[in-house]
């Protein structure tokens, strides 16, 4: 995003910290983050990595940063599964002047087997390692009550909830990005699956969202989950079904390559999970069948966004055959 003031962001920080340096960091585009570099190595450490709200909106739904802060520090009280510690939170004067927060820097770099760009792929050993790392942490992570974390106060997502959250994203766009969204709802409400205790639930829980430290010989370490504008309180297997899905190439529509060496296969990442979590997964068909459901609520959306823009991405539009692939998938699991 362009216009942002960044002598005024650094004038709000100087409350906590004298900031020499701030420059913009990638990530997602629901809410702004920048890596602060210290004069001297204050308490902070010398960088430290702040979200903020884009300012001139409301900072809800997925702008609201201090909700992802809350969590981050829910889950690093947990300690449990690795996350950036929150050092403080500014909530500002929205929407003109947005609320934000800071973290402290975790080393590390985040790679998607299946959709990132490279110029040489990463070993598969090493593929195999960081997938099944993965696996892991997310089974750490499912292991925490949100109510012995501070988080009783927030609404628990039901999976009802979770199918109309994508019919509604299906109601909203143009009859070719809808194939077969009726019967693959109807499916999912009309076979669901036996509750298990909500936990915190990332939201799109996948390699791309972790930062990965390489250690040589002693294999890769995830040093942190990152982005969390999407986390609810929930039924864990909705993770554990989007992680498990961007295994095969075939399942992912955006996917830019074959599914490449070292992948491991499904059984083995779920056999680590589970080892993690400490609890055998039941009735996973039913969350394979709502990651393929909302993957094509996903893809109808993009495309919808595709074709406001001055010039449409064809590749986009090329993938909008993949709405009905998706949606029969899902029928054919639960049926």
């Known amino acids: 995003m362009t216009g942002i003031d960044l002598d005024g962001v650094r004038d709000r920080l100087a409350r906590f910290a004298s900031v020499t340096e701030l420059r913009p960091l990638e990530g997602g585009l629901s809410s702004l983050t920048y890596l602060a ?117 927030e609404p628990e997502v039901s999976l009802t909830d979770e199918v109309t959250r994508w019919v509604a994203i299906f109601e909203t766009v143009a009859d070719d990005l809808r194939a077969g969204w009726p019967a693959a709802a109807d499916a999912l409400l009309h076979s669901l699956p036996s509750a298990v205790p ?32 999407l986390w609810t309180r929930e039924d864990p297997r909705i993770d554990l079904a989007w992680f498990l899905s961007y295994l095969d190439a075939a399942d992912q529509p955006s996917a830019i390559r074959p599914t490449p060496p070292g992948m491991p296969a499904r059984a083995e990442v779920l056999a680590v999970y589970e080892e993690a979590r400490g609890a055998a997964v039941a009735d996973l068909a039913w969350f394979d069948a709502h990651a393929r459901f909302k993957m094509a609520a996903i893809c109808a959306h993009v495309s919808k966004n595709n074709r406001k823009r001055d010039h449409p991405d064809p590749a986009q539009e090329a993938r909008i055959p993949v709405i009905a692939r998706l949606n029969a998938q899902a029928v054919a699991l639960l049926t």
């Open 198 to 229: 909500a936990t915190v639930v990332h939201g799109e829980y996948r390699l791309g969202n972790l930062l990965i430290v390489e250690e040589g010989g002693d294999g890769d370490r995830v040093s942190a989950i990152i982005d969390w504008e």
């Open 37 to 153: 570099t210290t004069a001297d190595g204050s308490s902070f450490g010398r960088q430290f990595v702040v979200k903020m709200a884009p300012p001139g909106l409301a900072p809800v739904r997925n702008r609201d940063v201090l909700r992802q802060a809350r969590v981050q520090e829910a889950v690093s009280r947990a300690g449990t599964a690795p996350v950036a510690r929150v050092l403080f939170t500014d909530p500002g004067a929205p929407p003109e002047v947005p609320p934000l927060y800071a973290m402290e820097f975790r080393a590390g770099s985040s790679f998607e087997p299946l959709l990132d760009e490279c110029d040489v792929l990463p070993a598969p050993d090493t593929i195999r390692a960081r997938v099944l790392a993965g696996a892991q942490v997310l089974g750490g992570l499912h292991t925490i009550d949100p109510t012995a974390v501070g988080l009783d106060d």
